[in-house]
C-alpha cells in the first residue's frame, strides 16, 4: 500500500530556532501533499496545501513566513518552522494521495515538535 | 466541502459491533465519504471510502442511505485495539482538500 514517511519522528528545539520536518511518499509520486497540525485532544488542523514546483497554498490564519513549505521533488515536501516559539509545540502530520480521483489521502506518522 | 457531523464518544465492550454515525447534510452530488482511525501520537490511518449503498472490507463495513445525508461505520467484534479516535470526511474528487471535524473517540472496555 501506499506509504508516507515523516522525519523526525519528534523533536526538541530551542525558541528562535528553525526546524525542518519531511515528508515522502515511498512507493508513489505525489504533486500535492497536505500539511496538518493537531494539539492535544483536538482535531487535525489542515495548515496548507504543498504543490511540486510551485507555491504552497496557505489557509486562512496560517503564517506563510511562519511555516516554510518546499515541495521540491515529487517524493519530497518540507516544512520549516521558522524563528520557533513555545505556542508552535505541537504534532504536525503530513499526508499524500497515491493517486487521482477518489483516492484517499495517506497520511504519515506525524512529527511531535516541541519547543523550550 | 460539506461539513460533517459525529458523536464526541463512545464506550463499547469487547467482542461487540459498534457503530458509528456522520452526519453530512450537505454533502455535494461529487462528494464521497471516508473514514479515518487514528490513535494517540500517530497519523490518521485510512479504514473506508464510498460513495453510496454499501461498501466492505477486511476491517469495516459503510453504509451509505439513499440520500447520502449520514454514513455509518461498522466495526465488528471490537476488541480492546480498536479504542482510537475515528473521523468521518467528505471531499470532492478533485479538489483534495480534507477537513477534519471533531472526531469520535471509542473506547472498548474489556
Known amino acids: 500500500g501506499a506509504v508516507v514517511s515523516q522525519h523526525p519522528s519528534r523533536v526538541i528545539c530551542k525558541s528562535g530556532t528553525s526546524v525542518k520536518i519531511e515528508c515522502r511518499s515511498l512507493?508513489?509520486?505525489?504533486?500535492?501533499m497536505f500539511w496538518y497540525r493537531q494539539f492535544p485532544k483536538q482535531s487535525l488542523m489542515l495548515m496548507a496545501t504543498?504543490?511540486?514546483?510551485?507555491?504552497?497554498?496557505?489557509e486562512q490564519g496560517v503564517e506563510k513566513d511562519k511555516f516554510l513549505i518546499n515541495h521540491a521533488s515529487l517524493t519530497l515536501s518540507t516544512l520549516t518552522v521558522t524563528s520557533a516559539h513555545p505556542e508552535d509545540s505541537s504534532f504536525y502530520i503530513c499526508s499524500a494521495r497515491a493517486g487521482e480521483g477518489s483516492s484517499p489521502l495517506h497520511f504519515g506518522n506525524g512529527t511531535r515538535l516541541t519547543v523550550t | 466541502l460539506a461539513k460533517t457531523t459525529q458523536p464526541i464518544s463512545m464506550d463499547s465492550y469487547e467482542g461487540q459491533e459498534v457503530n458509528i454515525t456522520c452526519s453530512h447534510n450537505n454533502i455535494a452530488t461529487n462528494d464521497y465519504i471516508t473514514w479515518y482511525q487514528q490513535f494517540p501520537s500517530q497519523g490518521p490511518r485510512f479504514i473506508i471510502q464510498?460513495?453510496?449503498t454499501k461498501v466492505t472490507n477486511e476491517v469495516a463495513s459503510l453504509f451509505i442511505p439513499a440520500d447520502r445525508k449520514s454514513s455509518t461505520l461498522s466495526l465488528p467484534r471490537v476488541s480492546l485495539s480498536d479504542t482510537a479516535v475515528y473521523y468521518c470526511?467528505?471531499?470532492?474528487?478533485?479538489?483534495?482538500?480534507?477537513?477534519f471535524g471533531t472526531g469520535t473517540r471509542l473506547k472498548v472496555l474489556a
Open positions: 512507493d508513489f509520486q505525489a504533486t500535492t
Open positions: 470526511l467528505s471531499f470532492t474528487s478533485g479538489t483534495y482538500k480534507y477537513i
Open positions: 504543498s504543490n511540486e514546483g510551485s507555491k504552497a497554498t496557505y
Open positions: 464510498g460513495y453510496k
